[in-house]
């Protein structure tokens, strides 16, 4: 998709506000609605530049768009998408910028009516931030955003989504919804429970002796935790898993504090900061 | 202590090279003579203004000394302390900035010259990065330094180490040796163990699926592996009843995943962004 006449960003938080900013600001699409529940988060939305008009009627929002997406928690998705389907044109293009894709895609596999077309996406792009006015143009430049295809995508609906997320900057990656789930259990939902559980083990009385290791390696705890509750929740046997390698990992270290192991340490830690240097950057 | 004449910095990399450049920029200090092994190190100490001097005999660089700073790793700063208590003038002060402090100052109980004027620091900045070349001549400003008075610490010892790091923007808060240790095992160690831990679950062919979320949350594991062993080791039962309450939280997110009971997940994020919020900034 480059420069679509209308479209329609269903939440208008910190993802779907981004989005409308960056379709503005590269002239992507003439008009850009906003619907959602809060008139002050709309109101906000289109202060911001983010949107053009807004509207907490749904089927009205989508009326006319040519594009719609749905950046909304993750449970709300699948009903707001089916609602989406039953009140826009027959050639709109639908996605969504959910964290979790398998769930969503199961959902959606026997209601959607027939014709719809729906390509799920997760943009790998936010904070522990929430709302319009964090919003930034340039939040999915230079990241990836992953598209998932199912058996019954249809190659031009996929096509048009892969432009739509490249025309905001992003680095578009395709893979099944399943292997997308299974990998950002141990890439995000993973670090986000191990992060929670380590600012939970820190009583509050240390306050003044926390410095930067402790902030960033617990930073992603400030997030909403409802939010995070339905994540985790849809990822729920892929993230198990990943926290039983992770307390795989943890017994190993807790082996060779006890045992004074100053081999088996270093090697830890030397393991670590290999696959840290390799991935983070 | 404000305005020495001589400052000598045992060990000039990131903390040391701070230090120099701190004081040179502050004009607190006459002379700031470097003392290191490495002498390519040492170069680039006095090549980015970090100190006037450098030297790789230690008895001859602090010879003149009002004040000796060891900024060297942790298990190295005991034998060092030593030395520099046999070659320096009777009145110089001597303080360091390693990451524990019990088994330093017990190292040292015993067999300083009766007379020696040692009272142990730690400056709670630092990086994963090392080196001169990272050094920042604000890298204490506005952050807490722990100086860790014992029975014998003298009251005017106490105050000239605590005028030190004040000179140099710091916020100085006193603590017993064992105290800090304790809350540094939870608000440093243990962080940088779980970081590790988390990094080395991540299997490298997700790197194109890692976001700033697991890059925050793992970024202190790119840390010197070597120093951070000597620094677990030397914290190895705190750090070890630390693990076992992080492995305690862990385990309650595993009951709570595998009943899938919402309210428990809901309740544990809650508390962790509340101690996040609380804590962090």
């Known amino acids: ?88 044109p027959p050639r709109c293009l639908i996605t969504d910028a959910g964290s979790t894709k398998a769930p969503l895609v199961e959902q959606l596999k026997a209601d959607l009516p027939s014709g719809a077309r729906f390509v799920a996406s997760h943009p790998l792009a936010g904070s522990e931030q929430r709302g319009p006015e964090h919003a930034q143009a340039d939040l999915f430049q230079n990241r990836v955003t992953v598209v998932t295809p199912t058996r019954s995508t249809r190659a031009q609906d996929l096509n048009e989504v892969t432009r739509f997320w490249q025309a905001l900057g992003a680095e578009v990656i395709r893979m099944s919804p399943e292997a997308h789930d ?20 820190t009583p509050r009385r240390y306050a003044p002796l926390v410095a930067s290791g402790w902030r960033d390696t617990t930073r992603v705890a400030a997030g909403d935790p409802e939010l995070w509750r339905q994540i985790m929740q849809s990822n729920r046997e892929e993230l198990l898993a990943s926290l039983e390698v992770l307390q795989d990992e943890l017994a190993a270290w807790h082996t060779a504090l006890e045992q004074d192991d100053s081999r088996k340490l270093l090697q830890l830690l030397a393991k670590a900061k290999r696959t840290r240097d390799a991935l983070g950057n």
């Open 1 to 88: 998709m480059l420069r679509a006449n209308t479209v329609t960003i269903v939440g208008a938080g910190l993802i779907g506000g981004s989005i409308g900013l960056a379709l503005k600001q590269r002239k992507l699409a003439a008009h850009v609605i906003g619907v959602g529940r809060q008139a002050a988060s709309l109101r906000q939305a289109k202060q911001g530049g983010a949107v053009d008009q807004t509207t907490t009627d749904l089927a009205k929002g989508v009326r006319r768009a040519d594009l719609v997406v749905v950046c909304t928690p993750v449970d709300t998705i699948a009903p707001l998408v089916r609602q989406v389907a039953a009140a826009c």
């Open 182 to 201: 299974r990998a950002l259990a141990r890439t995000s939902h993973l670090p986000h429970l191990a992060a929670a559980a380590i600012a939970s083990a």
